[in-house]
């Protein structure tokens, strides 16, 4: 069964900073997704990528898929305390995902 | 308000109780999922449901039922509580016959089993 492992498991930045997360699978990605959870509430919905090579990015976030389509990584310039919080990959198919354990992201000013 | 709703929001129950937590959507989604999350362990899925008559068991449904009422309600049943248990569950949706997978989450239960 595929499985996603991220790193780091944790991260703390200085405002203002640049970070990135990777989330790296086990088996070839046909779609990967990126998902924000605030601390103790649900999941919203970030980008998708599907193609090898493929980059998308939204307001300061910017996501990539490896040509190989086995690892993505998740880049924030110039982070905001807004940018705090758990961000979890998830792969899958059209019937159902998996998840990576998340990254947690702190932000201090 | 919130297109995909989850009642109750926080649940404290004892070994042994049964408990039922529901999921509402006004998305229009066909499928809908539960998932629970641990902290170290990510989110697994537990029950997922294509339509009203089409219920699946995810990777860790033992303990758990699901009850599919209509389109727009997904309940998850605990039918004798354990403390391991214990976890924020989430209830998500998404449309089928697209070329990919979005899915739309609620805001999450947190149930505590003492």
């Known amino acids: 069964s595929q499985e996603l492992e991220q790193s780091p498991q944790s991260l703390i930045v200085q405002e203002g900073k640049n970070l990135t997360i990777n989330c790296t699978s086990s088996?070839?990605?046909?779609?990967l997704y990126w998902y924000k959870q605030k601390y103790g509430e649900g999941l919203i919905f970030l980008m998708m990528l599907q193609k090898g090579g493929e980059e998308k990015s939204h307001e300061k976030i910017t996501a990539k898929l490896d040509e190989k389509k086995q690892q993505s990584s998740l880049h924030i310039t110039a982070s905001q305390p807004s940018h705090a919080g758990i961000y979890l990959c998830?792969?899958?198919?059209?019937?159902?995902?998996?998840f990576g354990t998340g990254t947690r992201l702190q932000v201090f000013p | 308000d919130a297109d995909v709703t989850q009642t109750p929001r926080n649940r404290i129950t004892k070994t042994g109780k049964r408990i039922m937590l529901e999921c509402s959507q006004t998305k229009g989604h066909d499928r809908m999922y539960w998932y629970r999350q641990d902290p170290g362990l990510g989110l697994r899925l537990i029950y997922y449901?294509?339509?009203?008559?089409?219920?699946n068991k995810g990777e860790i449904s033992d303990g758990y039922s699901v009850s599919r009422q209509a389109q727009a309600k997904f309940s998850l049943s605990l039918e004798s509580a354990i403390p391991n248990q214990t976890a924020l569950y989430f209830c998500?949706?998404?449309?089928?016959?697209?070329?990919?997978?979005?899915?739309?989450f609620g805001p999450g239960t947190r149930l505590t089993v003492l």
């Open positions: 449901s294509f339509d009203v008559k089409d219920i």
């Open positions: 998830g792969a899958g198919n059209t019937d159902k995902l998996i």
């Open positions: 088996k070839t990605l046909y779609g």
């Open positions: 998500a949706t998404s449309l089928s016959g697209r070329d990919y997978n979005e899915q739309f």
